[in-house]
């Protein structure tokens, strides 16, 4: 099944953008996902299994950052067209 889910994340920290970046290019390196970031959010694109397991991983590995925030909106339906 395929799915979209658009994701917001807010560090809050001085240096936000470091973090985001690492975030987006954690989840660049899954070949199985088309990633489209933008100025206010990630959009992810996928096979619903790949792209919630590296979402989890993804988040997980920001959540080493304290008071980390995301938001994500999760659609069973494909956006990437």
Same mark, same amino acid.
């Given at each position: ?5 658009? !994701?917001?994340? &807010?560090?809050?920290?001085?240096? &936000? ?5 690492? =975030? !987006?290019? $954690? %989840?660049?390196?899954?070949?199985? %996902? ?10 992810? =694109?996928?096979? &619903?299994?790949?792209?919630? $397991?590296? !979402?989890?991983?993804?988040?997980? *590995? $920001?959540?080493? #950052?304290?008071?980390?925030? =995301? =938001? #994500?909106?999760? %659609?069973?339906? *494909?956006?990437?067209?």
């Amino acid at each position: 099944m395929k799915t979209s889910v658009e !994701i917001s994340y &807010y560090p809050i920290n001085e240096d &936000y953008k470091t973090p985001i970046n690492k =975030f !987006i290019e $954690a %989840l660049e390196e899954y070949e199985a %996902l088309t990633v489209n970031p933008n100025s206010m959010s990630t959009q992810v =694109f996928g096979e &619903y299994d790949d792209v919630v $397991a590296a !979402i989890t991983k993804c988040i997980k *590995d $920001a959540f080493e #950052l304290p008071d980390s925030v =995301f =938001f #994500l909106k999760i %659609l069973n339906i *494909d956006r990437e067209k």
